[in-house]
């Protein structure tokens, strides 16, 4: 019976960012939510849960705040989870994170699987997946629409360029996956309130042996804005050049020969 | 002073929202016009445990606090006034009083498949010549051997054509006034009672509500609800429950109005700039913010009150009538802020509007809750 970790990030829901007046982002009144594709994650390790017992461990390294994260977690049918939480674990980067979720899960958090959103809702590097597997010396399957454990290996379909890729993997493995994979349900209000009745662990920096130092520094974050024009042309030859000068005009298109 | 929700409670609230974005939004114009009951939607709701939520689990409940169940009904209203009042009035109107004042066979063989969402209730105390005049009903129950033998009319039965299990009030003992009525628990299949037709109605169309016709209808006697005489109590206790479902109704109403408004008076350009930027029009926003916060205070407090076992009444009368007239006022001005748009069908303030005003009628009209509130404070 697989015993299953679900990575998740706890990222700031960006229908509340709000443009400032300088162009800075506004976070004063955000609320914070399970990053979309790691719902997915979660919810495939319950299903596989379901079919073949085990148990689901949502894992995530964040600052403390995130501790409704975890009950969030637990209420989408995680049996038991570990939080990773520290002041100083705020806006990792995907290295850190990958770096710190490895040391604790090889260290104590026994498994066969380890399913991770292709990327988070904030950053959507599609680091952290890759390079905890890397860490752990499993294997990484990417791109993930359709999972399942047969005969204790994974088939996963795999959305790719052109087509579609069918792989197997011996387990212990990690899958980053597609939101295709599935629709998480919603909790209901009794799943909630046995979430905060689940154990869960908190594991704190002063525990972990790693240095985890950052390599990237943010210099700005400005919200781009977006402007809406709008012009008419007609269906003759001579608008479809007046239309094309227009593009050329606003920097749409490349200058003639340029 | 604690003016933060718990951790689930804004989950739960989150959740509503998402289930609501979902399953609500997309339906809510068509059931408007068509006069539809939503059973699907109904279906999902109980699958979620969203039909019983402040029912202790024993009762097949979700066993959280009346606040929760008051934010659910907000946010479900959000989405359709109809479709939060249908599950406010099968928790707060059916669900409610048979918690309180059932027996144990009663909440076993009743509340239960109620609160797990197998069937909805309904609550049945108007009449055609009793409205806010309770006492001038005149149904009436009469005992004969083991049963109690219903005769009579009730109207404007919320839920009435699409419930399972109805609380009616009928006289046991005219004479004895306030201590003459009581309350009954009617299953549907019982012979000789007869449900009407859903009424059309101005707004909160997918609301269904019908007459509802006893005649020789027959009841065993352990379905009375609670002590013989006791019915006019139960239904003041039970509409202390049920008026801050109409708060949360009212408050999501408003919420959803201030929402549209906020969109559309960012988006509109008039005289070259959004017509946000207009004093006129910002101000009419900032009234509707604020009193948005205040029901939304007052509701969330009667619903704490009762949380903590302590006296609500008053306060659950003071909420339903500020967010009603509240909701009521600033849906017409969300119309106003939306123009001639703002009147046409298929923008969502126009149902709003509709939707806005029965709650300053039903559980007590305005005037009503202003007896309630003055009889309290003047006490
Ligand atoms: C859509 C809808 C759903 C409903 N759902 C239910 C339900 O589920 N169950 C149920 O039992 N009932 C239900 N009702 C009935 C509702 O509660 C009554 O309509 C309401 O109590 C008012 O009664 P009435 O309509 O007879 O008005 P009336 O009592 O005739 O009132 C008419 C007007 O006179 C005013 N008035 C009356 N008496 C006084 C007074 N003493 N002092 C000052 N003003 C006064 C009223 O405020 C009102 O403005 C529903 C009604 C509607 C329209």
């Given amino acids: 019976m697989p015993e299953m970790i679900a990575c998740f990030k706890w990222v700031i829901d960006e229908a509340y960012i709000r443009r400032g007046p300088e162009g800075e982002l506004d976070l004063s009144s955000v609320n914070y939510k399970i990053s979309e594709y790691d719902r997915n994650a979660i919810e495939e390790a319950v299903r596989l849960r379901e079919a073949h017992g085990g148990s689901v461990i949502p894992v995530t390294v964040a600052a403390p705040e995130a501790a409704k994260g975890v009950k969030d977690a637990l209420s989408r049918g995680g049996d038991r989870a570990f939080f990773i939480a520290d002041e100083a674990f705020h806006d990792l980067e995907p290295s850190q994170t990958a770096a710190v979720l490895a040391e604790v899960i090889r260290s104590r958090i026994p498994h066969d699987l380890i399913l991770c959103g292709e990327g988070s809702g904030d950053l959507y590097a599609q680091q952290v997946g890759p390079r905890l597997a890397e860490h752990l010396e499993i294997p990484c399957i990417s791109f993930v629409q359709k999972l399942s454990i047969e005969q204790g290996r994974l088939i996963a379909e795999r959305k790719v360029e052109e087509g579609l890729e069918v792989v197997a993997a011996p387990l212990p493995a990690l899958v980053t996956v597609l939101p295709d994979i599935n629709v998480p349900r919603i909790p209901g209000v009794k799943d909630t309130l046995a979430a905060a009745k689940k154990p869960f662990v908190t594991v704190k920096r002063d525990e972990l042996s790693g240095k985890y130092e950052a390599h990237l520094a943010t210099l700005l974050v400005r919200a781009t804005q977006m402007e809406r024009q709008c012009e008419r042309f007609g269906t003759q030859p001579e608008d479809v050049a007046r239309f094309l000068e227009s593009l050329r005009k606003k920097g749409a298109i490349g200058q003639k020969g340029g | ?33 068509n006069s539809r009951h939503p059973a699907e939607v109904f279906q999902k709701l109980a699958e979620g445990n969203w039909l019983g939520i402040p029912i202790p689990q024993e009762y097949g409940g979700a066993g959280a606090d009346r606040l929760t169940h008051v934010i659910a009904v907000e946010e479900l209203s959000r989405s359709c006034a109809s479709t939060g009042f249908t599950l406010s009035a099968h928790v707060d109107l059916a669900c409610t009083p048979i918690l309180l004042f059932g027996n144990d066979q009663q909440k076993a063989k009743f509340l239960t498949p109620m609160a797990k969402g197998e069937n909805l209730g309904a609550f049945a105390l108007t009449e055609p010549g009793a409205g806010t005049d309770v006492m001038a009903a005149t149904t009436t129950a009469a005992l004969d051997g083991n049963d109690y033998v219903i005769n009579g009319s009730k109207t404007f039965t919320s839920n009435g054509p699409v419930a399972g299990t109805y609380v009616a009030f009928a006289w046991t003992d005219k004479e004895a006034g306030r201590k003459g009525m009581s309350a009954f628990i009617v299953p549907r299949d019982t012979p000789g009672l007869r449900v009407g037709e859903h009424f059309k109605k101005m707004g909160l169309r997918a609301s269904q ?74 101000w009419m926003i900032a009234d509707m913010a604020t009193d948005l916060a205040a029901a939304r205070f007052l509701a969330y407090y009667a619903a704490w009150l009762k949380d903590q076992k302590q006296p609500f009444s008053k306060e659950a009368a003071m909420a339903k009538l500020f967010a009603s007239e509240a909701a009521m006022k600033h849906t017409t001005k969300a119309v106003q802020i939306h123009g001639g748009y703002g009147y046409i069908k298929g923008a969502k303030v126009e149902r709003l509007m509709r939707d806005a005003k029965i709650t300053e009628i039903y559980e007590g009209t305005s005037e009503a809750q202003r007896m309630v509130i003055s009889g309290n404070v003047l006490r």
Wanted: proline share 4%; charged share 25%; aromatic share 6%.
């Fill in chain 2, 209 to 282: 509500t019908s007459e509802m016709i006893f005649k020789d209808c027959r009841i065993p006697k352990e379905n009375l609800l609670g002590q013989p005489g006791q019915g006019v109590q139960i239904a003041m206790t039970t509409f202390d429950h049920g008026r801050m479902g109409i708060a949360a109704q009212s408050i999501g109403i408003l919420q959803a109005a201030l929402d549209e408004a906020v969109q559309y008076s960012k988006e509109r350009i008039q005289f070259g700039t959004p017509i946000a930027r207009h004093q006129a029009i910002a």
């Fill in chain 2, 1 to 33: 002073m604690d003016f933060k929700l718990s951790e689930e409670q804004e989950l739960i609230r989150s959740n509503m929202r998402e289930f609501a974005a979902k399953h609500v939004d997309p339906i809510a114009a068509e059931i408007d016009e």
